[in-house]
């Protein structure tokens, strides 16, 4: 689970830069405490089953994924 530390990195990030806002992502979860602070600070966050929503919505269920979206594994 993603905590509150992340995200005060990614507000120092966004201050210093001159950003308006922020985005997180991560394919696991965020802290409540995470999901109040990001609240306050107006910082989007994208947990996993959003990052799978959207990519769902992106590619609905026939059609094609690009390429670039297929991984080798290598051994």
Do not use: N
Request: glycine residues 8%; negative net charge.
């Amino acid at each position: 689970r993603v905590g509150t530390p992340i995200l005060r990195d990614l507000l120092g990030t966004i201050t210093a830069e001159g950003a308006e806002s922020g985005i997180l992502v991560t394919t696991s979860s965020f802290s409540e405490d995470a999901i109040a602070w990001a609240r306050k600070y107006d910082i989007e966050l994208l947990d996993g089953k959003a990052v799978v929503d959207l990519l769902a919505r992106a590619y609905p269920s026939g059609s094609p994924v690009p390429e670039s979206f297929i991984t080798s594994r290598r051994h």
